[in-house]
């Protein structure tokens, strides 16, 4: 009896663990690997070439490889064979020349690369999405989707490709196309719908007060709209698109192919202990202090995961600029007039030393309209936030974690004090056990932080790791379709064009 138990409780084990995500079709079932996910190390490491040689990767379970962009010079999807993850070898490349696009981002479902391309032929022009075969590069469809796709993922059933469609404008703002997200169906001969959010500009005023931002040089509600990177529910139902310059979160029904909702995502106050920042680069020290400034949010990345049946998503709150010929809205906290009255003390707080150099959006802060400063508002929140999928509110922040964390490690970079910090770039949410598992990578800081999120209201902080210089894609291997059978955290730096590989030590 005894030895049938085991045997039912080995099979039960097996059944139980089954990963039921996009790859899992032809998968054999799997004991969980019980991994330490504050334990994360280097084990193998690639140079594919120099400056945007790897910006991001995407893995394909049935081959083994990576799909690496690479701008460095080139217009190429790079192929490297991780079947050994401490011996990365490049082994071929998809030349994306013939398209007439430049790659920005890419992903993998069931043998299929889709790549997200901006023209090259006129950078505001609509965009393409192209799939390949991943076991021979062939051609499987390309498709015309918004100006200027940014970010392309597949959903977790394979039925959808979803694409955000940045539509910058032209430097001298003569072009300037709406900001749009194209929903791609699969299943259905890969039918294109591009939706913008022009039905949404009668309801501008009421998402500004809330902390949404239009810039006061735009054309249109939807033209300035800039769509950055997308994350879709296990389920496949439901969507969540960064607005990044214009600091809100777009939710999106997939089974309707509708935006249903905006959320504002507002301010974060620096004037507090617990938010207390570096703000100079020219102190010859890093020094964390309260200062009465607003900080957007300006998410780029977002992931997503649930607890307890509530869809919660975070954001990577890097925070972002416009800077064009025609118009630019980032200028020095030193060369702006503040309100002498809110700000009695401005002659001191403008010595470079302090808040001089700080990064300001120079077309807000005047609340009253006279033309100084009234508050001061800075570009990203130097964080991460976790945020109900339901109501767009947030429910967590973690304040300066990111800019103490990597000072500590000896990687915080001072010369970015005055900018936005460490540069929160890069969020993944992966489950590990019973457990979820947040990964942050830190654009100025070259380093990823992992969390502990499985409670959202109180994520627990386990480790910081240092990685290759500004680190633009984190890609997290679940143990079951890892050629190890071990998680990997795959780290994409677009600094050196170094791709890094991570594995967890066991419990």
Request: aromatic share 8%.
């Amino acid at each position: 009896m005894k030895k049938l138990s085991l045997s039912l409780l080995a099979l039960i084990t097996i059944f139980a663990s089954c990963n039921n995500d996009e790859n899992s079709n032809n998968e054999e079932p799997e004991v969980v690997v019980n991994e330490n996910p504050a334990t994360f190390k280097e084990i193998g490491s690639i140079t594919i070439g120099g400056e945007a040689a790897a910006e991001i990767s995407a893995y394909d379970e049935k081959t083994k490889r990576l799909f690496t962009v690479n701008n460095s010079g080139t217009n190429q999807i790079d192929v490297i064979d991780i079947s050994d993850p401490t011996k990365p070898t490049k082994v071929g490349k998809i030349d994306l020349t013939p398209y007439e696009g430049a790659s920005n981002s890419v992903s993998v479902y069931d043998g299929k690369l889709a790549v997200a391309l901006e023209s090259t032929v006129n950078k505001q022009g609509n965009g393409k999405v192209v799939i390949f075969n991943t076991s021979d590069y062939s051609l499987i469809k390309q498709v015309t989707v918004g100006a200027l796709p940014d970010m392309i993922t597949f959903s977790a059933d394979g039925k959808y490709i979803m694409t955000a469609n940045e539509g910058e404008p032209s430097t001298d703002y003569l072009q300037d196309p709406n900001g749009t997200i194209s929903i791609i169906e699969v299943t259905n001969n890969y039918a294109v719908t591009t939706l913008d959010f022009s039905s949404f500009s009668n309801q501008a005023d009421a998402l500004k007060k809330d902390g949404f931002r239009i810039s006061k040089f735009a054309s249109s509600f939807a033209q300035d709209i800039e769509p950055e990177y997308v994350t879709i529910s296990d389920d496949s139902k439901t969507a969540w698109v960064t607005l990044q310059e214009n600091n809100g979160v777009a939710k999106v029904d997939l089974t309707s192919k509708t935006i249903t909702a905006i959320y504002p995502l507002g301010f974060k106050d620096f004037n507090t202990a617990d938010n207390a920042i570096d703000v100079s680069d020219k102190d010859d020290k890093v020094a964390f202090n309260p200062w009465k400034v607003k900080g957007m949010f300006m998410p780029d990345a977002i992931s997503h995961f649930s607890a307890n049946n509530v869809p919660y998503f975070v954001t990577a709150n890097e925070g972002d600029a416009r800077e064009y010929t025609a118009y630019t809205d980032i200028k020095r906290m030193k060369d702006m007039k503040l309100d002498a009255t809110v700000f009695p003390d401005a002659a001191t707080l403008k010595l470079e030393p302090n808040l001089g150099r700080l990064n300001l959006i120079a077309d807000m802060g005047d609340t009253d309209g006279d033309g100084d400063l009234d508050e001061m508002v800075s570009f990203g929140a130097r964080s991460f936030s976790i945020w109900n999928g339901n109501t767009g509110k947030i429910v967590f922040d973690s304040k300066n974690d990111a800019d103490k964390k990597t000072q500590e490690l000896g990687t915080y970079d001072d010369k970015r004090s005055d900018d936005k910090g460490s540069e929160p770039e890069a969020v993944v949410v992966a489950k590990m056990g019973n457990q979820n598992i947040l990964f942050v990578g830190l654009e100025r800081s070259d380093a990823f932080m992992t969390y502990d999120v499985t409670n959202p209201a109180s994520p627990q902080y386990l480790q910081t790791v240092k990685t290759g210089d500004a680190p633009e894609g984190v890609l997290f291997i679940p143990a079951s379709k890892s050629p190890t059978k071990r998680s990997l955290v795959i780290v994409s730096s677009e600094g050196d064009g170094t791709i890094k590989i991570f594995q967890p030590d066991l419990k």
